[in-house]
């Protein structure tokens, strides 16, 4: 399994921006499919975006489209989301993820987690 830490995470107006990273240890990082999502207090984990291995395929949820972007750099075990244009409903512990899969929305798809990094957009 890959070791995944998320980092970038902060307090911050409606309006702005934000841009997680998550950092997998091993080599094998570009073999995985990434992905991430959140949880608020009280609800559910959900998806928010997606990303196959090579970075050529992605998905969003439609909560998030046309505002986020995942990215990766496979040479830097990394995976980026780049968010603006946030609100206060995108307030959430937000976890990054990686699936021995070709490219999946589900978070039963994945097996290795991290630990998450608090998003909070203040109105």
């Known amino acids: 399994q890959v070791q995944l830490v998320e980092s970038g995470g902060g307090l911050v107006q409606a309006g702005g921006s934000l841009r997680l990273s998550c950092a997998a240890s091993?080599?094998?990082?570009?073999?995985?499919?990434m992905g991430w999502f959140r949880q608020a207090p009280g609800k559910e984990r959900e998806f928010v975006a997606a990303?196959?291995?090579?970075?050529?395929?992605?998905s969003y949820a439609d909560s998030v489209k046309g505002r986020f972007t995942i990215s990766r750099d496979n040479a830097k075990n990394t995976v980026y989301l780049q968010m603006s244009s946030l609100k206060p409903e995108d307030t959430a512990n937000y976890y990054c993820?990686?699936?021995?899969?070709?490219?999946?929305?589900?978070?039963?798809?994945?097996?290795?987690w991290g630990q998450g990094t608090q998003v909070t957009v203040s109105s």
């Open positions: 091993g080599r094998t990082f570009s073999s995985y499919a």
């Open positions: 990303i196959n291995w090579n970075g050529g395929s992605t």
């Open positions: 993820a990686a699936g021995r899969i070709w490219f999946s929305s589900l978070a039963s798809h994945f097996g290795s």
